[in-house]
């Protein structure tokens, strides 16, 4: 995960870069919150070298992975989380339930699988409608991992390596109270 990019944005949409340090074991990045609100937390891995998966189906593919999270400061008033990234998906309490919405270039993404995955491990396979939402009852509280994926099948170059599929991944995480 060489060169991730982290960036927050605060309840405003103000974007600040987040300059990163790679451990032996994860990386590391601070901000410090200026004021009560929900503060997105997004990042971007984009230059990872274009490799050889054809032992999982995927042919010689350049790997694209987004990540999201969000930190809640104080006790602001509800905030609809608005898609950032080309591929995205953005989480809200609906009654008992998580709301999962997936955009792709800022458009609903119907038809997408979506793997939610509890804080004691578990998985269930949700697919998004044809509004790209898709709901989640969670089990307890802590933390929730959601992960989708969609293989583009346009061939290219990058980094003057030839290309056949893009792989784009998104991972959000979610704390349920």
């Given at each position: 995960?060489?060169?991730?990019?982290?960036?927050?944005?605060?309840?405003?949409?103000?974007?600040?870069?987040?300059?990163?340090?790679?451990?032996?074991?994860?990386?590391?990045?601070?901000?410090?919150?200026?004021?009560?609100?929900?503060?997105?937390?997004?990042?971007?891995?984009?230059?990872?070298?274009?490799q050889d998966w054809t032992q999982h189906n995927l042919g010689i593919t350049r790997p694209v992975q987004y990540l999201?999270?969000?930190?809640?400061?104080?006790?602001?008033?509800?905030?609809?989380?608005?898609?950032?990234?080309?591929?995205?998906?953005?989480?809200?309490?609906?009654?008992?339930?998580?709301?999962?919405?997936?955009?792709?270039?800022?458009?609903?993404f119907s038809k997408i699988q979506l793997t939610v995955i509890n804080p004691e491990g578990w998985e269930k396979t949700?697919?998004?409608?044809?509004?790209?939402?898709?709901?989640?009852?969670?089990?307890?509280?802590?933390?929730?991992?959601?992960?989708?994926?969609?293989?583009?099948?346009?061939?290219?170059?990058?980094?003057?390596?030839?290309?056949?599929?893009?792989?784009?991944?998104?991972?959000?995480?979610?704390?349920?109270?």
């Open positions: 995960m060489a060169e991730i990019k982290i960036a927050v944005l605060d309840a405003s949409g103000k974007k600040t870069d987040i300059a990163m340090k790679q451990t032996d074991t994860h990386w590391e990045g601070t901000f410090t919150p200026q004021t009560e609100g929900v503060y997105q937390i997004i990042g971007l891995n984009e230059t990872r070298e274009v999201r999270t969000a930190y809640t400061v104080g006790n602001p008033p509800k905030q609809t989380p608005v898609p950032q990234q080309f591929l995205d998906v953005v989480a809200s309490k609906l009654g008992n339930q998580v709301l999962l919405e997936v955009h792709k270039a800022q458009q609903p949700k697919i998004t409608n044809e509004k790209g939402k898709a709901v989640f009852m969670p089990g307890g509280k802590g933390l929730y991992l959601v992960a989708l994926e969609w293989i583009d099948k346009t061939p290219g170059k990058f980094k003057d390596k030839n290309y056949e599929t893009i792989r784009y991944r998104c991972d959000m995480s979610i704390w349920v109270d």
